[in-house]
C-alpha cells in the first residue's frame, strides 16, 4: 500500500488531468479521505466502500493504483464538483489544506513512496522516514526531504 506526502498527491492529481488550481484542494481532501493511502474502506456515505486515495465510491476497477484512482477522481470531479466528498462539504479537509506546498512532478510522483523490505518503514526517494515499532499507527508527514516541517502520529507531533 502506497503512502502519499501532500506534493505527491497534489502531482498525481495534475498528471492524471485534474486542474492545477484545484490540486491543493483535491490533496487535502485526499488526506482527510485516506491519509494519502490507497486503501479500501468500509462503511463510507451510505454504508458504501471507499476505494483509493480519493475513496471513490462505488469502487471501480483499478481503484487502488495511484493514477488511475487519480484518475477517477479527476472524472468524479469534472462530473460532480467538490461536492462530491464529504470531506470537502463537511469541512474535514481544512486541517490538511496547505496551498503553499509545490507539486511532485511525475517522475518524483512515480519513484515516491516505495514499500521498503523493513516492516512498518516508508522511504521516499527524498529521504526517509521508518516507523518501526509504530505497527499500525497512523501518521501525517508533513512536508517532503529537506522542506520536512513535522510528522504527526496517533495525534502527537514526533518530528
Same mark, same amino acid.
Given at each position: 500500500?502506497?503512502?502519499?506526502?501532500? !506534493?505527491?498527491?497534489?502531482?498525481? $492529481?495534475?498528471?492524471?488531468?485534474?486542474?492545477?488550481?484545484?490540486?491543493? =484542494?483535491?490533496? !487535502?481532501?485526499?488526506?482527510?479521505?485516506?491519509?494519502?493511502?490507497?486503501?479500501?474502506? *468500509?462503511?463510507?456515505? *451510505?454504508?458504501?466502500?471507499?476505494?483509493?486515495?480519493? *475513496?471513490?465510491?462505488?469502487?471501480?476497477?483499478?481503484?487502488?493504483?495511484?493514477?488511475?484512482?487519480?484518475?477517477?477522481?479527476?472524472?468524479?470531479?469534472?462530473?460532480?464538483?467538490?461536492?462530491? $466528498?464529504?470531506?470537502?462539504?463537511?469541512?474535514?479537509?481544512?486541517?490538511?489544506?496547505?496551498?503553499?506546498?509545490?507539486?511532485?512532478?511525475?517522475? *518524483?510522483?512515480?519513484?515516491?513512496?516505495?514499500?521498503?523490505?523493513?516492516?512498518?518503514?516508508?522511504?521516499?526517494?527524498?529521504?526517509?522516514?521508518?516507523?518501526?515499532?509504530?505497527?499500525?499507527?497512523?501518521?501525517?508527514? =508533513?512536508?517532503?526531504? !529537506?522542506?520536512?516541517?513535522?510528522? =504527526?502520529? !496517533?495525534?502527537?507531533?514526533?518530528?
Amino acid at each position: 500500500m502506497a503512502t502519499h506526502s501532500y !506534493a505527491e498527491l497534489e502531482g498525481l $492529481w495534475i498528471q492524471a488531468g485534474g486542474n492545477p488550481a484545484v490540486a491543493p =484542494i483535491m490533496a !487535502a481532501i485526499a488526506m482527510a479521505e485516506s491519509g494519502g493511502r490507497d486503501i479500501m474502506q *468500509q462503511g463510507q456515505p *451510505q454504508a458504501t466502500t471507499g476505494c483509493g486515495i480519493w *475513496q471513490i465510491t462505488p469502487p471501480q476497477a483499478g481503484c487502488q493504483d495511484s493514477l488511475t484512482n487519480a484518475q477517477q477522481a479527476v472524472a468524479k470531479y469534472n462530473d460532480q464538483g467538490l461536492s462530491a $466528498w464529504t470531506t470537502y462539504t463537511g469541512g474535514q479537509y481544512r486541517q490538511f489544506y496547505n496551498p503553499g506546498v509545490s507539486p511532485a512532478d511525475a517522475s *518524483q510522483v512515480a519513484s515516491m513512496a516505495s514499500p521498503s523490505p523493513r516492516t512498518g518503514c516508508c522511504v521516499w526517494s527524498a529521504g526517509s522516514f521508518c516507523m518501526d515499532g509504530l505497527i499500525g499507527w497512523s501518521a501525517v508527514v =508533513i512536508g517532503a526531504g !529537506a522542506a520536512l516541517v513535522g510528522i =504527526i502520529a !496517533a495525534g502527537r507531533a514526533i518530528v
